[in-house]
C-alpha cells in the first residue's frame, strides 16, 4: 500500500526523459468495494492541467517516486472537470468529511491509501489519523505507516456537500443504507447541512423518509428544503402525517401551501388535519394515522378489516373502537393481543375495553403530555365534538413535547 | 379548562354500547386564533400551526444574531484602549478613518456570513478542504496564540472594570469564568446567542458618556467626514492601529462558524447579510462615542497618555465626573465578558473545523469532547493568568497584535478566494463591486499591517522611520 500524499510527490517520466510532477488522480466511484484510479492529472510544460489514463503508466517505483509512462506528450488537455462519476483524489477527497460507517463517525481524510484490488491500483483506506496529518508536513519523515486508524474505503460513504453532485452520479453504491435510520440521522448532525441533504439523496427513498423523521427538527427543515421538489414530496407523502404536520408548519405560508397542494390527497388531507390545531395544544402535537375499527364487527370480520388497515399506519398498538366509520365516536379500545386472542364470533364491542382516557385537541400540550406518562400509556386518544375520534397523542410525540429542547442530546446515544 | 374533558369516563361494563360518555366539551374553548388562512385544492382552511412570517420592526430585530455579536465582541478591551487613546491623543481628527473602515468591515463581515450560509461550514472547514492541511494548521497555531492572549486580557479588562465599581478582581474575574463557561457548556446555541445579544446593550454606556461629555458636534462631523493626514508618526501608528483592532480574524471566524450554528441555509440568506452590516455599522458607531467621549473630555483637557481601557476609564473621572468613569466601566465590563465568550468559541470553532471532529454549542461534552475541552480550557487559563499580579499584558497585547496582523491578511485572501469559488457559492458568489471592495481592503490592511510590522521590527533594531516618538 501507497499513501496518497507520497504519490503527490512522485514524479511521471517517459520514454524521452521528460518529466512532470503528478498533481492529482481520479477514481471511478461507480465500481465496487474500492475505486480503482482511472486517470492520472499533471501539468504540462505549457503549463496545462492534463490527464492521462493509468493505463499508459507501464512501470514505476514509488520508493523512487517515479512513474514511467511511454509519452507525456500524449497527454490529453482540457478541463479538469471529469467525467460525473469520476472524483478527483486531491481536489474532492483529501481533507474532505468521510463517514465511516464502521465506526460510525464523521472523519476528515487527512490521507488517503492506494493499494492492488483487481489487478489494479486502487483507493483502499482513508486515514483520519493525526499521524497522518504529521506525514504530510514533515513530508514523510514523522508519522510513517502505522495505519492503526484506517477506515477501510468499502466502509466509507463520501460526500461532496452538494445534492445536485451527488444526483448526477446516484448510482454509485450506496453503503450508507446499511446502517440503521436512527444512526444516519445521527451521523448526519454532525455533518454540514448540504452534505447531510445529499446523504438523503443517496437513500432510498422510504429509508430517506425515516431519516429525515429521526433528525433534529432544525436540521430537518434545513435539509428538506435543499432536497429538489419532487424528492422533497416524496419524502414528505412517506412520512408519518404528524412529521409532516410538524414539516410544513415550520415553512413559510406560501412554501407551506405550495407542499399542501401538491402532496397526494389523502397525506395533504391528513397534513391540514393536524395542521389545524395551533402548536402547543393536544391537537398540534397528536397523529391522525391511527387503526381504528366499528365495534358492531365480529372479531373475525374485524381481523379481516384491520388485515388491510394496518399496513399503513405508524402507531398500531391500540385499535380504536368506534361507533361507526362515519360518525367516528369513540367507544373504546382493544390492543392487538385482545383481537388475537378473542373468541372469533364474538363482537368488538364485547371484547374492548371501554375505560378510556381521552383529552380534547385544544386541551394544552402539556397537560396531554403528563397524563399519556403518568399514567404510562402508549397513546391518549383526542376526541373532537360528540366523542369523535380526531387523532391521538403518542408516547414518542408526549416525551418530545415536554422534554427539553435539547433532549436528543441527553438521551442515550445509538453508537459509541 | 374543563376538567370533566381529561377524565376517566369509564362506565361499568356491562353495557358496551354505552360504556363511553358523551364527552363533556369545554364549553367555551380557550380562544384560539392566529394562523394562516390558506386556500388549498379550493378550499379554504385556517392553519393554527402555520406561523405568519413576522412583520415590520420585529422581523429586523429577529435577524440580528452573529454579526452583531462578533463585531460587538470586536469592541473589546484592546479596542477601547485604542479607541480612547485616539480620541485623547488626536481628538476628534481620526473618526474619518471608522467612517471609512465601516465599509469595508461591513463587506468582510457579510462575504463571512454568506460563505457560511451558502457551504454550512465554518472558515476553516473550507481552508482545510480547499487549501490542505498546511495552511489550516497554520492558521490554527496563530489563532490559538493570538486568541489565547487576547481571551487573557478580556479577563484583565473585567477584573479591571469590577475594580474600578468597586468590586474584587479575584472573587468576580473566577465568577464571570464560571457563568461564561456554564453558558455555553450547558446551554443551546439560541439561548447562547439570546444572551449575548443582551449584553451588546451595554454598549449603550459609550453613546451616553459621549453626550455627557457635551462635544462640538461641528467638530465631531467635520473629523468624520474630512480626512485629515499628518506626517506624525504616532498618528499613523493609531491609524494602522485602528485598522488592525477593528479588522480581527476572530471577528471574521466567529461570524462564518456561528451562521453555520444558527443554521441559516443559503436560500434564506438574503435577509440575513443584513444582520452583518448592522453588526459593523453598529460596532463602528459605538468605537466612534467611545473617541468622542474622550476627545471631549481627555483631549480637551490635555490628558493625552492611555495606556489600557481602565486607564481611559480613571482618567475621565477629574475630567467628566464619576459617572462617566462608571459608564466606561460598565461598557468595558460588557465588552470584556462577551469578547471572553467569544473569543474562546471562536478558537474551539476554529480547532475543531481544522481536525474534521464534531463541533457546536448545540452538543454536550460528550458528543464534542474536543471542542468543549478546549473552550473550558481556554477560559480556565485566561482567567487564571489574568488574576497573576505584574502580567505584562501591554507587552502582550503588542505581541498578539502582530500574529494578527500576519494571519489578517492571509484570512481575507482565503476568504475572498473562497467567496468566489462558484463550486462552492453559485449563486451567492461576490458581485463585481464586492470584488473591488474586498481586494481593496486587503490591499489596505496588507499596507497597514506591513507598515506595522516594518516599524516594529526596525524600532527593536532602534532605528525609527518616522522620527523620535
Redesign the interface.
Known sequence: MVVFSEILRCHVIDARGARARISDLSVDLAEEDYPPVMRLFFINAEKQHVSLPWGAVTGGDWRRRRLEVADLGAARAGPLEPPALEVLLKRDI????VLDLQHRR???A?DLWLGEAGGRLALRAAD?SLGA?LR??SRGWLGRGSGASLSDWKNVEFLR??TRGARAGAYYERRIARLLPGEIAKLSE?I????AAELLTLLPDPVAADVLELMTP??QL?VF??LDESQALRLLALASPDTA?DLV?R???EA??QC??RLP?AQ?RRA?E??????A?AG?IMTNDLVYVA?SLTIAEARRVLAVRLREPDFVYYVYVV?DEEAR????VVTLRDLLLADEGSRV??V?N???????P???AA??AY?VIENHLAALPV?????RLLGAVTVDAAVASVAP??WR??AP?VFS | ??KS???????P?SD??S??E??V??TS??R?G???R????GRS??????R??PTGALRWLLLLGPGLIATSAGNDAGGIATYSSAGARFGYDLIWVMVVLTVSYAVVQEMCARLGAA???GLL?LI??RY???W??FAVCVIMAANGGVTVSEFVGIGAAMELLGFNKYVVVPLAAGLIWYLVVFG?Y?RVERVFLLMTLVFFAYPAAAFMARPDWGAVARGAFVPTLRGDPEYILLLVGLLGTTMTPYIQLFQQSSV?EK?V?R??YGPERLDAYVGAFFSNLMSVFMIIATAATLNAAGRTEIGSAADAARALEPVAGPAAQALFAVGLLGASLLAGAVLPLATSYAVTEA??V?KGV???F??ARVFFSLFTALVVAGAGLALVPGLPVIQMLVAVQVLNGVLLPVMLVFILLLINDR?LTGELKNTRLYNVLGWGTFAVITAAVAFMLGSQFLDSLGIRILGDR
Not at chain 1, 393536524?274 to 402548536?279: A, G, K, Q, T, W
Open positions: 483529501l481533507d474532505a468529511l464523521v472523519a476528515r487527512n483520519a496529518v504530510r508536513l456537500g452538494d454532525a454540514p447541512y448540504l452534505h432544525e436540521r434545513q428544503e435543499e404536520a408548519g415553512l413559510a405560508p407551506a401551501r399542501l397542494e390527497a395533504a391540514i393536524l395542521l389545524r390545531y395551533p402548536d395544544t398540534g365495534e361507533d365516536r369513540l367507544r373504546g364491542g364485547e374492548m371501554p375505560r378510556v382516557l381521552t383529552v380534547g385544544l386541551a394544552a397537560e396531554a397524563q376526541v373532537g365534538q360528540e366523542g429542547p435539547n442530546s441527553i446515544r | 379548562m374543563n374533558e381529561g377524565s376517566e369516563t369509564g362506565l361494563g358496551p354500547t360504556a363511553v358523551p364527552l366539551l369545554p374553548p380557550r384560539v392566529g394562523g394562516v390558506l386556500n388549498i385544492r382552511v385556517r392553519l393554527r400551526r402555520l405568519r412570517q457551504t454550512g461550514r472547514d482545510r478542504e490542505g492541511v498546511g489550516a494548521l443551546s439560541a453555520v443554521g441555509a436560500r434564506h481536525l474534521g464534531p448545540n452538543l454536550d460528550r458528543r463550486r
